[in-house]
């Protein structure tokens, strides 16, 4: 199978939505601060447009079947570089998974992060989601802070 990566479309914005909610109801049993009914994480159709920031797609014969985005975010004032590239939005069709695909796309985003001049680049996973987990040291991210909460 051939897999193109590119940049997303504006046009594309309804099955970028379809992926939003396919992380969402993924995440869900993760994480009981979630609100009930409908929710988004992004703001895709600003992202898209952003010059700071990329969304990619994964098309196999002209169908979008993965996506993923970075950002530049501006760092903290004590770390060592001035920004940093986020990733997020991090989806492939269960049909499509196992086959490299996710590597494709966070390939591609780091790509992007580098013709940015970036050095660092961070993303989030839920502790109990071992399967992204696995994704992301395989490809070469490391465990960096663990955020603890407690409802009170």
């Known amino acids: ?23 969402i109801e993924t995440e869900r049993p993760f994480d009981n601060t979630l609100k009930e009914g409908e929710i988004h994480y992004y703001d895709l159709a600003s992202l898209i447009r952003s010059e700071k920031a990329a969304v990619l797609v994964a098309v196999a014969e002209q169908e979008i079947i993965g996506s993923g985005y970075v950002k530049i975010l501006p760092a903290e004032p004590y770390q060592k570089y001035s920004e940093y590239a986020h990733l997020g ?6 049909e499509f998974r196992g086959q490299g695909i996710n590597q494709l796309i966070l390939n591609g985003l780091l790509d992007w992060a580098r013709s940015q001049k970036l050095t660092e680049a961070r993303l989030e996973v839920y502790a109990e989601n071992t399967s992204a987990q696995n994704a992301y040291l395989k490809a070469g991210f490391k465990p960096n802070l663990v955020e603890m909460r407690l409802g009170i």
């Open 89 to 94: 939005f991090m989806y492939v069709k269960p």
């Open 1 to 23: 199978m051939n897999v193109e990566i590119r940049e997303a479309l504006a046009a594309e914005i309804e099955t970028l939505l379809t992926f939003e909610k396919g992380i």
